[in-house]
Structures are given as C-alpha cells and as structure tokens.
C-alpha cells in the first residue's frame, strides 16, 4: 500500500511538470522566435537562435505600437474605474436597500445575462453608430462600463457584509452616498480588486468591440494592432516581429498578474451566485 | 432611517448608471435586433424594407450557414467535455496534498492571462507550415502535416487552442469548489476501502456537479460564440474552404462584408435560440444525473 502510493505520487508529479512544462512551451519558442533572423525562420533553423537579433522588436516600436499600447491603456483604465464604482453601487444597492422593484430588477438582469453578445452585436452597432461614436475609444468604454456579472459578485458580497459597520457611520450623520464611499468601499476592497484586475483583463484582450467600432489605424486597440501587424508580417514570414508584438502585447497583464496574484487566483467570484 | 420614498430615491439613485447603461446598450439594441430581423436592412444607404421570414429562408437555403452550423457544433462537441474533465481531473490533483502546488497553479494560468490575438499569433506560427509542430511531426514520422490549410485540420488547431486556453479558468473554478467538499466524505470511502480513482469518480465528481453545470454552462455559451480565434486565424474569410467559419464569424461577414443587417440578425437570433435550447437541455440532464447518483 504504501510502496503503491509512493508510487502514485511520483506519476503525479511527472504529469503535473509535464503540464507545466506543455503550459509554458508555447510561450517559450515565441521568445525564441523573436529573438531570430526573419532569414534563420525563413530556412526553418535550429530550436536557439544561432544569431540573436533585436529586429523584431526595432520594428514593432517603430511602427504604432507605441500608440496603440497608449490607446488600450486608456481605454482599459477607464473602463475599470467606471465598472467598479457603478457596478459596486448597484450591488450594493440591490443588496442593502429596500427600494420598490428590487426583486424585479434583479431577476431581469438575470435574464438579460443570459443573452449572448452576438444577439446585440449588430444592433448595438447602429446605437453606438447613430449616436456618433463609431471610430472614438469611448464607443468601447461606455459599452462596457457595466458588467452585470461584477453586480452580481458585488450583491452577493454586500449580503455577507456586516451592518453594524454601516449603521455606525450613519449614526455619525453620514448620508447614503457618503456612508458609501467612506466606510463601505474601502471595507470592500478585496472584491473591487478581483472585479479590478478581470475587467482591465478582459478590456486589454477584447478583440471583437475594437474590431466593430474602431476602423482608424492610429485608434486602433492592441489586439487589433496585432491582428494588422500578422496580416503584413506573416506572407514575409516576419514571424520574428509578430512574435515580438504578441509577447510585448501580454507583458503589462503578466505585470498585473505578478503584483495582484492573489486576486487572480483566489477568485470564487462569478460562482459565488450559482453555488 | 427615512420614509418609504426616501429608500426608493436612494436605491434608483445608486442603480441610475448601470440602468442607463444596461437601457441604452442592451435593451434597445435587443429591442432593435426583434425589428431587425424581419426587414432588409442596408446600413449604407439607410434603406429598410420589410421582408418576412425571408431573412429565415434565405439561411437556411445557404450552404455558408449549413457550414457555420456544422463547424460550431463540431467545435462545441469536442472542446467542452474535454476541457471539463482536463480542468476537473487537474483540480482534483492539485487539491491533494501536493507540494509546490500554488507553484503549479502559477504557471498553469499562464495561458488564461493571454489575450485571444496573442494566443492564436502563437499557435498560428507553432501550427503553420514552417512551424515547430509541424516540423516535429515531420522529423519523427517523415510525413509533414499541413494543419493550417488543410481544412480538415484548421479548426482543430482552434480546438486546442481554446481547450489550452480556458482550462486553467475553470480549473481554479473547481479548486474553489473542491473547498467546499467535507474531507468525512473521503475518509468514510477509503475506510470503504476506495482507492484513489474510486474516490475521485464516487466522492469527487457527485460533489462537484453545481460547479461542474457552471462550468459546462460556461463552456458551452463561450464555445458557442467562438469568433476572434476563427477571424484571426482565417484573416476573417473562414477558409481554408469555409472549414473555421462560425456562427459568429458569418454573423460578422454577413452584416460587415455583405452590408445584409437583416440577415445577420435573423442568424444571430438562431444562435442565441440554440444557445438557450441547449443550455436548457443540458441543465436538465445533469439535474437528473444528480437525482439518481
């Protein structure tokens, strides 16, 4: 029994490296490949580079990059700070106050959730259109300052949150919005931080909104970038500068993951509703 | 503290923003989508005629559809049962008593971290003609395996890619879960006598059946709508021979290349109704697999 479990201990650490291992490899060669000649990838070449080279790099900064990493940092730092202050309101609004039609609301926002994007995609396009926004950054922040799942999140956290703590700071003469921003955001900061850094997340690898909204090069998104810099790289088999721009497009997330670690993995965040 | 209409203005108040939202973003356009679907809708002219179900009839008398319909069922089949058990299977071990295992759990992320352009620029070049993929297969069986433009092959390459990518976001959904489930129920099976695997498949799998529809409720809606990896991989044209066309990426053709809105919001429709229908269905399947187990 014991040899068989020292056994089964063993197998699963071999798997568990070797996912590691198939986790990280991807990523690996691309660092390779961007350090290549386009001439050494060209003629298929050897797993190291036999010349390094930093061209690919020098391309990708002289091309927009620069400006479309500028255009998704404003983009996303503006769409998480509306998401987390109006989706953390409604919350906790539909947590802690007892206004009529709360029940109603809740249960229609359940629905609406459950429609996929795609429904709203085209329609979406001629409100966004209509009211003159095609072609400007703030056609993707106010079409994703809301999340309905974050409200959720929020709601259920506010649920579990003591009163006390509040009844205190009213008792002090705050006012709701003041009881608000002063105690009970700043009590909520572990879940403003989670619903933080997947909404920067998620607005920094949207692809499809950018791709229906923006059509000026020079207002392009990141991952739009990218899309444009493999569709004039790729038939010169560039692969170095398409690699190069892939790795610095995830860096500033690989940052944020490396700092907030622990929000990243120890979410229970959108399940904690279905559980 | 304060009358009945005091707590009504507070509560409209701190709900305002995401309602206007939610009104001007999601409503109308759903609204809109109802109406849109039924006319002939040219977005450069501003025309629009009403037309019936014609928008209906014309798809279904499309083999592009036909196409888009049979690859994201394909797609769906393949990647949510096999993503499900990867991330269930891994969680489970990383949950035992493993060393290093928030090391692992690190690195593993890795993939979910990475933006969908970025995630397919890679595999494009792991899986094209001059890729490493392509050559280590070459190198050991002599034959070289053209994934990217052999259609049979394209949207595996997506398969893998997203099956890559999304394990690891539900793995640490299981882990959450896993917490939940009391260690007596573990002890009492290896008192029974249940080896590891016995234990995993009688204490493990029952236990995690709520996360578990979560997770394939998730998977199914996120395959169903598969677009970006398909549009990237494909520069957007669905070949090689319509083989990576999806639902969504002939939504976007359709009202984007075609300029037909009517049409692509009668297809976006289909989609969301089979959406629903299977969500439905698989809800009720796994509520009955619990009944019984």
Redo the contacts between chains.
Sequence with gaps: MRKNNRF?KIV??I??VG??LL??A??L??IL?SFKTTAE??G?GTFFPETWSLKGYETIFKSQFLQWIRNSIFVALFTTV?NL???T??G???AR????G?QL?FSA?LL?I??????????????V?KIGLIDSHWSII??T??N?GY?FMMRQFFINFPRDVEEAA?MDGLT?FGT?FRVVLPNAKAAIATQSVFIF?GV??E??KP??FISSPDKYM???G??AI??TY?NA?Q?DV??A???V??IP??IL?IVM?KY??A??D??AG?? | MGGKRYQNLQGYSFLMPALIIIVVFTIVPIAYAFFMMFFKVDILSGSRSFVGLSNFEKLFQDPKFWASFENTFKYVLVVVPIQTIIAMALASILNSRIKFNRTFLTIMFIPTLTSSSAMTLIFMWLFNNNGLVVNMIGNLFGTKILFLSNPDLALTVIMIMNIFSTVPHFMIVYLSGLQDVPDSLYEAASIDGANRFKQFLYVTVPQLMPISFYVVTMGLVGCFQIFDQAFILSNGTGGPQNSTLTFSLYIYQLAFTSNDMGRATALAFILGLIIFTVTFIVNKLLKADKVNG
Aim: overall charge positive; glycine content about 2%; charged content about 10%.
């Design positions: 089964l699963v650490y798997f568990l996912y590691c986790t990280v991807p990523f060669w691309s490949t990838i060209a298929g509306f202050i109006f989706n309101m409604a906790y609004a539909l106050i007892d206004f009529k709360r609301l926002m609406l459950m429609i996929p994007s795609q429904v709203t995609m085209i329609p979406l396009y001629i409100v259109s106010f079409t300052m809301i309905i409200i009213t709701r608000f997340m920094w690898n692809f499809m791709l229906l990141l991952t739009q990218l899309n493999s569709k790729k088999t692969w398409i690699m721009g892939a790795l497009s995830i997330i690989f993951y670690n990243f993995i979410k229970n959108q399940t279905i559980k």
